[in-house]
């Protein structure tokens, strides 16, 4: 009978700490959607500022990043 009531009073208390974990998990997520949240309205904003400052300063590919792109694209031949 004692065996029986401290086998029950464990498993009380292991649905309880079952309980708090899963609150704490629920807490967890909460934070994790409000971040993804944040992260994305940044992203917007960011994106936006970029798009208003390319139009600004009418940006496009510089002649010299043209250039530096095809010097890239050639293989380097090592002199032996």
């Known amino acids: 009978r004692v065996r029986a009531q401290m086998e029950e009073e464990n498993l009380v208390c292991r649905v309880e700490m079952l309980e708090t974990m899963m609150d704490r998990l629920h807490r967890k997520q909460e934070e994790i959607s ?8 940044k992203k917007d904003s960011m ?23 095809e010097h890239e694209e050639t293989p380097i031949v090592s002199e032996k």
């Not at 409000?34 to 309205?41: C, E, F, G, R, Y």
């Not at 994106?47 to 250039?67: C, N, P, Q, Y």
């Open 34 to 41: 409000d971040l993804q949240k944040t992260a994305s309205v």
């Open 47 to 69: 994106d936006l500022v970029v798009r208003t400052l390319a139009e600004k300063f009418s940006i496009g590919k510089s002649h010299e990043e043209e250039e530096w792109e």
